[in-house]
């Protein structure tokens, strides 16, 4: 009897594994699209998730990978867009290998040229938004997950003209560092990036205010294809912060060791160049 139901009785099915995600908000442009495609070589995910508010320029970044893409158009600054991302993670329980908050812009000026709502959309995007997009995914990640959270240079010390970027900066920096303490034992790593100027989309945006000449030439721009395979490279490594260039680490030793009026003064000096 025993033996008859076990022929009839349906094979014991195993469960599917949960479909790996790789999640990449700033993924139109810039470091984020570069992360993208990086991510898209090392095939560490079967999709990829790419969020950012252009639907055409996503569709058409999804479009060059070969890893299936999903283009997930979304204002991050619109608590909405953070419940729906949270209703579809939720929705798929997709196991999320790779997370890179690069959706982020900066503003050239002083507190009376960069207007309102520039000032609290940075502060929005830059930390309300990453720390939303990092919550709603660390429930779905697990050991060897992988999270990179795109700061800056500027998070190394106060800079008069670029004050509030380089204050939310210094909180992605600050916020990452304490995160990667809480996840000790999980087996997830997180690593902050801070590059210092990277050729990008950003300088367009940052001038698009009333102070946009306050800072001159970008010296020493880097390709961001070397900075995303730096920053992976040091997120394969397990390192807290990578700075991605020597003239980065330069600052990131400045900002420890020298006094901050000084570092602001050589900041104006150099601003003006
Ligand atoms: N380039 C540099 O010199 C440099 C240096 C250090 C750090 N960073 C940081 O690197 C990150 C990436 O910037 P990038 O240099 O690659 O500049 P970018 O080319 O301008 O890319 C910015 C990305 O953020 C997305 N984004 C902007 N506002 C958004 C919003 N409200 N909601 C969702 N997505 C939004 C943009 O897409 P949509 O416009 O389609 O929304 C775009 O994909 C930023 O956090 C920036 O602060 C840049």
Same mark, same amino acid.
Request: net charge negative; with cysteine.
């Given at each position: 009897m025993e033996s008859l139901k076990s022929e009839h009785s349906p094979a014991p099915t195993t469960p599917a594994a949960p479909k790996r995600v790789a999640l990449i908000t700033g993924a139109s442009s810039g470091l984020g %699209?570069? +992360? =993208?495609? $990086?991510? &898209?070589?090392? $095939?560490?995910?079967?999709e990829l998730w790419l969020v950012a508010r252009d639907q055409t320029t996503l569709a058409a970044v999804a479009a060059s990978l070969d890893t299936? !893409? %999903? /283009?997930?158009a979304a204002d991050l600054i619109d608590p909405e867009a953070i419940a729906h991302l949270r209703t579809l993670l939720a929705a798929e329980r997709p196991r999320v290998t790779f997370l890179v908050n690069a959706a982020g +812009? @900066?503003?050239?000026? &002083?507190?009376q040229t960069i207007p309102d709502h520039a000032v609290n959309a940075m502060i929005d995007l830059n930390c309300r938004a990453l720390v939303d997009v990092t919550r =709603?995914? *660390? /429930?779905?990640? &697990?050991r060897g997950g992988r999270i990179i959270q795109v700061a800056s240079a500027a998070a190394f010390a106060p800079l008069p003209h670029l004050n509030v970027y380089a204050a939310t900066k210094a909180f992605v920096l600050h916020y990452? %560092?304490?995160?990667?303490?809480?996840?000790?034992?999980?087996?997830?790593?997180?690593?902050? *990036?801070? /590059?210092?100027w990277v050729k990008t989309g950003f300088e367009k945006v940052a001038r698009a205010s009333g @102070? @946009?000449?306050?800072?001159?030439?970008?010296?020493?721009?880097? &390709? =961001?294809?070397?900075?995303?395979r730096r920053a992976l490279g040091a997120n394969r490594a397990h390192l807290a912060v990578t700075c991605a260039s020597p003239?980065?680490? !330069? *600052?990131? *030793?400045?900002?420890?060791?020298? /006094?901050?009026c000084i570092t602001m003064? @050589?900041?104006n000096l150099l601003r003006r160049l």
């Open positions: %699209r570069e +992360f =993208a495609r $990086q991510l &898209d070589g090392l $095939q560490v995910a079967d299936p !893409a %999903r /283009p997930i +812009f @900066g503003k050239f000026g &002083d507190w =709603a995914a *660390l /429930p779905f990640m &697990d990452t %560092r304490a995160l990667r303490w809480e996840l000790h034992g999980t087996g997830i790593t997180v690593t902050a *990036l801070c /590059p210092t @102070g @946009g000449s306050d800072v001159g030439h970008l010296l020493g721009e880097q &390709d =961001a294809d070397t900075v995303v003239q980065a680490a !330069a *600052l990131r *030793l400045i900002g420890k060791v020298v /006094p901050s003064a @050589g900041w």
